[in-house]
């Protein structure tokens, strides 16, 4: 008996051990915001096969990463702009936009087939720099993309799951405020990506113009997810 007794012991011992050496995982308490370094854009893109700038000054990197929230009608979502100075040093900008398009344009689509959700994905040399609608200018759609058809008419954004078309939509790069910046996207985008501050478009577009000067006027625009962050 006493045997039996020292042996349980000595197992139980050995069970306490190991659960003081075992550690708990830490939780991770960063942000999303903290993801969102140029060393992770490159391992994210790197990961599904899409080219990264890196030689040159003004090469742009153009990357939306749209955040995993179905709610409509916010500037939730963001672009990042990365690129080398004239002293070969990198140059990271980080500013709010929507890769969605706002709540009235969900509700009421212009398309029969629903509203233009772009599908993510690298899009080479796809925009240039004109007149968006003939007003101002931005990055406008020069080659076909692929979209999703939201067509249920509610305010809720359906990824992945909507039916897919393709085409020449005018999903351009652009702004929304003229003067200061809009809190709600509302009819700012029926599918294109949009700056929510004009001083932010307006720092973007003076890259752009740098870059087509150097390079010509085609520019490559990248979307991404938030999981493809939260996966790393």
């Known amino acids: 008996m006493l045997e039996i007794f020292k042996k349980l012991l000595a197992a139980a011992v050995e069970i306490m051990a190991a659960k003081a050496e075992k550690k708990e995982p830490e939780e991770d308490t960063r942000s999303f915001e903290d993801l969102l370094t140029i060393d992770n854009v490159r391992a994210v893109m790197k990961s599904k096969g899409y080219t990264f700038f890196e030689n040159g000054a003004f090469n742009l990197n153009l990357v939306g990463i749209r955040r995993g929230s179905s709610k409509s009608n916010k500037f939730d979502d963001y672009f990042m702009m990365m690129y080398k100075d004239q002293a070969a ?24 087939k629903g509203t233009a959700i772009l599908i993510p994905g690298q899009h080479k040399s796809t925009w240039k720099i004109a007149k968006h609608q003939g007003k101002y200018e931005a990055l406008c759609q020069r080659k076909p993309l692929r979209v999703w058809r939201d067509n249920n008419k509610d305010s809720v954004l359906d990824f992945h799951s909507s039916p897919e078309d393709e085409g020449y939509f005018g999903i351009n790069i652009h702004r929304s405020n003229p003067y200061t910046e809009s809190s709600q996207v509302d009819k700012w985008s029926a599918g294109c990506q949009v700056f929510k501050k004009v001083a932010n478009f307006n720092e973007f577009m003076g890259c752009c113009r740098e870059s087509a000067a150097m390079y010509g006027d085609s520019f490559t625009y990248t979307l991404l997810e938030e999981q493809d962050f939260r996966a790393l």
């Open 89 to 112: 040093q990198w140059v990271i900008k980080r500013f709010p936009v929507t890769t969605d398009p706002g709540k009235y344009w969900l509700e009421n689509p212009t398309n029969p």
